[in-house]
């Protein structure tokens, strides 16, 4: 089936650097999210994006994230200064339509780790 | 704002009975979606199957069926002639109708273990 490929599959970064965590969308999708799951909790809605906008972001994501999808390449979430309470797995997802009953497709996550 | 909840932390099961998993939800829209999806030890995120709030009957995919009691706020997952395979943490979610974007609002999991 579509798949949605994360680079990496893990990253170990410095409190206070900047990271950027990409995403390679199924090719036709249009809608792009990214969900946060910390350790042990359920996966939280982060931001959706289209047509080079944020549609939509949650209160858990902080002024220090920002996304975008710069030429139709990879659709990124940078965190930039990152803090320890950044640390989780973040799932990319991708959908082809903008209704809010279609599949959704997620990527297998890329962890985050802060120290 | 919507809310999911999963009870049931983890559940063991012996290959080829049926399973059924718990899902509660809370919402004040009159119309949304309803999805079960499972992670695999490797990852990745899978979509199982959907209910539609506005159909009373009860979504059916494979293997896998739904119990949607609308008065209850309930739509627990039921796994017919489970597989070693269909060891996984399964995620029940949900989204407004009303919404122009997927926003899914997911549970804590149900971590199932199927043993020979």
């Known amino acids: 089936g579509p798949k949605v490929l994360q680079i990496p599959s893990h990253q170990i970064i410095d409190m206070g650097q900047m990271v950027t965590l990409n995403c390679d969308p199924v090719?036709?999708?249009?809608?792009f999210y990214w969900y946060k799951q910390i350790l042990g909790q359920q996966m939280e809605f982060l931001v959706n994006f289209y047509n080079g906008k944020v549609m939509e972001k949650s209160k858990l994501f902080k002024d220090q994230f920002s996304v975008e999808r710069p030429d139709g390449s990879y659709f990124t979430l940078k965190i930039q200064p990152t803090a320890l309470e950044d640390s989780a797995v973040y799932f990319c997802?991708?959908?082809?339509?903008?209704?809010?009953?279609?599949?959704?497709?997620f990527g297998k996550g890329t962890r985050l780790t802060v120290v | 704002a919507q809310k999911v909840t999963q009870t049931q932390t983890s559940i063991s099961v012996m290959e080829k009975t049926t399973v059924t998993m718990d899902c509660v939800y809370e919402?004040?829209?009159?119309?949304?979606?309803l999805f079960w999806y499972k992670q695999t030890a490797s990852g990745e995120i899978v979509f199982l199957i959907r209910?539609?709030?506005?159909?009373?009957e009860n979504a059916t995919e494979g293997h896998y069926s739904l119990n949607f009691q609308k008065p209850k706020s309930s739509i627990g997952l039921i796994i017919t002639a489970t597989q070693i395979e269909d060891s996984a943490v399964y995620f029940c979610?949900?989204?407004?109708?009303?919404?122009?974007?997927?926003?899914?609002?997911f549970g804590q999991g149900t971590s199932l273990s199927v043993v020979p």
């Open positions: 090719s036709n999708h249009l809608y």
């Open positions: 997802a991708s959908s082809s339509r903008d209704n809010a009953n279609t599949e959704v497709f």
């Open positions: 209910q539609d709030s506005y159909k009373k």
């Open positions: 979610a949900m989204t407004p109708a009303s919404s122009s974007f997927s926003k899914l609002v």
């Open positions: 919402t004040r829209d009159s119309s949304y979606f």
